[in-house]
């Protein structure tokens, strides 16, 4: 199985994110956190963006099991549709909100909406936090397609060695 155009291979993708190995990404992976594809298969833009923004939601909230009940109660899902489509360098304002008593996340693109949430779902007495995903997911685009470019620009023979030693 080779790379596509638009693909980098595993240790590519954990490089964008300082501070991550190979392991880690790879437990979140087999626990259905992060996108996992067949040996040799390449990884794409959103799993860049939720790699930094499932790594950044964690150290911010410094709990993992946090972390988990907000990405899989409403952040993961969030941020796809908030990312999908969008030229690489204009990401939106990400916002995590997560309810420590709920048990869930959501994201917003707006400041304005962080009290109209809260409000909406009557949770005024609800301890939250409000994560900014927008700076470590713009990061991780740009490094995304620079990365692209980089692999792309090298020689056939050096980018199918390369690619074989992944």
Not at 65 to 89: H, P, Q, S, T
Request: proline share 3%; aromatic share 8%; hydrophobic share 40%.
């Amino acid at each position: 199985m080779s790379l596509g155009p638009d693909e980098i291979p595993e240790s590519t993708l954990v490089s964008l994110v300082d501070r991550l190995n190979r392991t880690t990404r790879r437990k979140w992976a087999a626990l259905g956190l992060l996108r996992k594809v067949p040996r040799g298969a390449g990884y794409r833009e959103h799993d860049a963006t939720e790699l930094a923004a499932f790594f950044e939601l964690q150290k911010e909230l410094g709990s993992y099991y946090d972390a988990v009940a907000g990405w899989n109660g409403g952040i993961r899902n969030a941020l796809r549709e908030a990312v999908e489509g969008e030229a690489a360098g204009n990401s939106k304002r990400l916002i995590a909100l997560f309810d420590a008593a709920a048990q869930e996340g959501t994201l917003v693109t707006k400041e304005a909406e962080i009290g109209s949430y809260v409000m909406r779902e009557q949770r005024r007495d609800h301890f939250f936090r409000a994560i900014d995903l927008g700076e470590p997911v713009t990061g991780a685009r740009a490094a995304f397609w620079r990365a692209v470019e980089a692999r792309n620009l090298r020689p056939s023979s050096v980018s199918s060695n390369f690619e074989k030693d992944q």
